[in-house]
């Protein structure tokens, strides 16, 4: 099969699936679900701000939009309940079981999101830890910048939590994996497992540039583009055998399916936002060609490569 790319509601485009029909979820979600409203959308594109904060050039870089969540209603956050909760009642539906989720996340909203994945019936095993120095936070006290010279709102962030879950399943993980294919974590090597502390994330500029060139306004880069390097290991981590389906229902610029083709795994994208989907066409072949350190393991070999199979095989 190969990689797939839908536009439309990733709530809608799963259920086409059918039941225990993917091996794995790997995704960056709008984490507040409010900054990927249309209006808001529009508004950091415009570079009008709203619930997006537009940083100042720094050292002559300009840097990404970050979406404010401090600033988020109690209307706001239900909104984001009722999101991963429907989010995880659909996974668990379409994940075969011991299928793993990777979900990106925030520090301020991620007890929030994970309590909703575990009323939908998904099992936490655990929170990985990137580290990648943002400019969220360590900011001086607005208006009183002299006055409190010394002083910070609130830790500058220099690492992103991704929530990790597995659907439900029964027995030992030897007989899930022979039956299903799932439910543990591919090892980096014989010596080294899959661990919960990922490197410095930070997104090449080379991926960048790509990004920004499949714009099809000639605008920026998604804002929240994540480096090849990063989903890849995850990609790798979530198959367990190198074989089988991964989804990612909020597909973005396109970094989940472009690592998932780079490692020789079909996959299946998903996005709502016309200008992203169609950054995704264009940008996903371009950096499924990056080259990272994941995809010269040695495990890597023509054996791990050409197991494509149609997603009806998986049924």
């Known amino acids: 099969m190969g990689y797939e790319l839908h536009h439309g509601n990733a709530f809608e485009v799963m259920q086409e699936f059918g039941e225990n029909s993917v091996h794995a979820v790997v995704t960056d979600p709008p984490y507040g679900v409010v900054?990927?409203?249309?209006?808001?959308?529009?508004?950091m594109r415009d570079g009008s701000g709203g619930v997006w904060r537009i940083p100042p050039e720094l050292d002559g870089s300009e840097r990404k939009p970050l979406p404010r969540f401090t600033v988020l209603s109690e209307d706001d956050k239900q909104k984001l309940r009722n999101f991963f909760y429907s989010f995880g009642e659909t996974v668990h539906e379409v994940l075969r079981p011991g299928g793993h989720v990777f979900v990106a996340t925030t520090q301020l909203l991620m007890h929030e999101v994970s309590k909703q994945l575990?009323?939908?019936?998904?099992?936490?095993?655990?929170?990985?830890?990137?580290?990648?120095?943002?400019?969220?936070?360590?900011?001086?006290?607005?208006?009183?910048?002299?006055?409190y010279d010394m002083v910070s709102s609130m830790p500058r962030v220099w690492w992103e939590p991704w929530l990790v879950y597995r659907k439900p399943f029964e027995g030992r993980l030897q007989d899930n994996l022979e039956n299903w294919g799932t439910g543990g974590l591919r090892r980096e090597s014989e010596e080294r497992p899959f661990t919960d502390l990922l490197e410095d994330g930070k997104t090449p500029?080379?991926?960048?540039?790509?990004?920004?060139?499949?714009?099809?306004?000639?605008g920026e880069a998604h804002p929240s583009l994540k480096p090849q390097y990063l989903m890849r290991e995850l990609c790798h981590a979530a198959l367990p055998l190198q074989k089988g389906t991964i989804i990612d229902p909020f597909m973005g610029a396109g970094s989940t399916v472009a690592a998932a083709d780079a490692l020789g795994y079909d996959s299946v994208g998903i996005e709502i936002d016309e200008t992203f989907y169609e950054m995704a066409e264009e940008a996903v072949p371009k950096l499924s060609e990056v080259e990272t350190e994941v995809e010269k393991r040695e495990d890597f070999g023509s054996s791990a490569r050409g197991r494509s199979q149609s997603l009806s095989d998986f049924s």
Do not use: Q, Y
């Not at 900054?35 to 529009?42: H, L, R, W, Y």
């Not at 099992?123 to 006055?147: I, M, N, Q, S």
């Open 35 to 43: 900054e990927f409203e249309t209006a808001n959308v529009e508004k």
């Open 118 to 147: 575990d009323e939908a019936g998904l099992e936490r095993r655990d929170v990985l830890v990137r580290e990648t120095k943002t400019l969220r936070g360590g900011d001086r006290p607005k208006g009183a910048h002299e006055e």
């Open 205 to 218: 500029k080379e991926e960048t540039v790509i990004a920004d060139s499949a714009h099809p306004d000639g």
